[in-house]
């Protein structure tokens, strides 16, 4: 009985000698009342928002987003399709309590003429003869959760969006009108200095097709995955991190497909050479195993991962080049089934799952300042099976993007994908892709 106080003892004893050489910040109690961010202004005019006195309810923040979109998808040997869509959110984020806080957000997609596209790729029985826009119809809660935030620590639980890192493995796959959300409990930190720490548990995957989607594992993955995440923000140049991501996603043939555990690093900065030049960068390391919720058909397996950035910034203009290889054994290859994919190899999303003979991406990015504060963004890729460097095809993406106040912006986006010539049948279809949209947020 004379070991717990000793051990306790101790334990106090090494936070304070943590404490005492600045290795371990606790920061500061939470207040009694803090504001949650803030909306726009004209946000903060429909709440009444106020800075006088005890803060009220009226120093939430209003959650609010309505996006309209038309988009066009042709795909060589399916019939076109086109699509009319219009995702509004409406939600509310409260002020926080000695650091408690409330989420609570709901989403509606209106599919205009839902009849007229296939908003959901078909079931494996079922031909597929209509290219996919992955915008179906939904009415769903998006998020509510519960969450605490105090002595450079935060916690939530409940429905939430979760993006890790640069969202290759885990993010909300925003580019979609319906997002991707998390069941999760999540815990992250600050505590040690110049390190931030992030665990998450998460049972339940709510995908992008929805609730109406006609295959459970469209709707939703029943999970058990864990997320890790460790970044030292003080490296030079930028952040370093590590990560370990334990994916169950359940015992559909889909879900055990792209079960797996994955661990990996990273560095990301930017070297800046004077006020105007600057060199980005990145570099990413890793490696895919096999765990007991991947498919047994697929055995044992270990698959890597790279991805090298170098680019050139100067002022509003930069240029970067990359390269990605996710390699393939040919029975199983390397898969993130929980990213945010369209950033990714090509806005075409013809990669979405890796090639059993994996994959690389060969590219040219560019992002550039035009006048009247339009943003012209894009890639040009190149695409290789990673076993064999046969080539699967070519890809050019354009968009334009311009913020026409703090509430309103709006895109048009193009890409092209030209697969002829590629040895993989799936992946020899020329296929294009238009997107016009309006974005209004509070």
């Not at 101790?10 to 949650?36: F, H, K, M, N, S």
């Not at 979109?69 to 939600?91: C, F, K, N, P, Y």
């Not at 048009?412 to 002829?420: P, S, T």
Request: charged letters at 15%; hydrophobic letters at 35%; proline letters at 4%.
């Amino acid at each position: 009985m004379k070991r717990i106080p000793l051990t306790l003892s101790l334990l106090l004893v090494l936070a304070a000698r943590l404490c005492a050489v600045d290795i371990i910040d606790l920061g500061e109690a939470p207040a009694e009342w803090t504001a949650a961010p803030k909306n726009t202004a004209l946000g903060q005019k429909l709440l009444s928002y106020t800075t006088d006195g005890p803060i009220p309810l009226d120093q939430g923040r209003i959650l609010f987003n309505s996006r309209l979109r038309v988009e066009h998808a042709a795909q060589q040997g399916l019939q076109s399709d086109l699509a009319w869509t219009w995702r509004t959110r409406i939600g509310y984020e409260t002020p926080k309590y000695y650091g408690i806080y409330g989420v609570g957000e709901f989403e509606n997609t209106w599919a205009m003429n839902l009849s007229n596209y296939q908003s959901t790729p078909p079931p494996l029985s079922s031909p597929n003869n209509r290219a996919v826009i992955a915008d179906p119809r939904n009415n769903q809660l998006n998020q509510l959760f519960l969450g605490y935030s105090g002595y450079n620590s935060a916690f939530k639980g409940g429905r939430q969006i979760v993006n890790l890192n640069n969202q290759r493995f885990v993010g909300a796959v925003a580019w979609r009108q319906n997002d991707q959300t998390y069941d999760a409990v999540r815990a992250e930190t600050e505590i040690v200095k110049d390190f931030w720490i992030s665990y998450v548990y998460n049972w339940q995957v709510n995908r992008v097709f929805g609730v109406y989607a006609p295959v459970t594992e469209q709707e939703r993955f029943i999970s058990r995955n864990h997320f890790v995440n460790v970044n030292y923000l003080d490296a030079p140049y930028g952040t370093a991190g590590a990560y370990f991501y334990y994916l169950d996603l359940g015992d559909g043939l889909a879900a055990r497909n792209g079960s797996g555990s994955s661990a990996g690093v990273f560095y990301d900065g930017s070297y800046e050479i004077d006020e105007n030049w600057s060199l980005p960068f990145r570099a990413e390391y890793a490696f895919q195993v096999n765990n007991g919720a991947s498919a047994p058909v697929q055995g044992n397996f270990f698959e890597n991962y790279w991805h090298i950035i170098l680019g050139a910034k100067y002022q509003n203009y930069e240029l970067d080049l990359g390269f990605e290889n996710l390699s393939g054994n040919g029975t199983r290859s390397f898969q993130t089934p929980l990213g945010t994919l369209h950033g990714f190899n090509g806005w075409a999303d013809r990669f979405l799952v890796t090639p059993l003979t994996g994959l690389r991406d060969y590219y040219l990015r560019y992002n550039i300042g035009l006048p009247y504060e339009v943003k012209l963004t894009g890639a040009l890729h190149y695409f290789t099976a990673e076993q064999s460097d046969n080539t699967y095809g070519k890809e050019i993406d354009i968009g334009f993007s311009r913020k026409f106040s703090e509430n309103l912006s709006g895109m048009v986006k193009f890409a092209y994908y030209d697969g002829n010539g590629s040895p993989n049948v799936g992946l020899a279809a020329n296929t294009t892709k238009l997107w016009m949209q309006l974005d209004f947020s509070l």
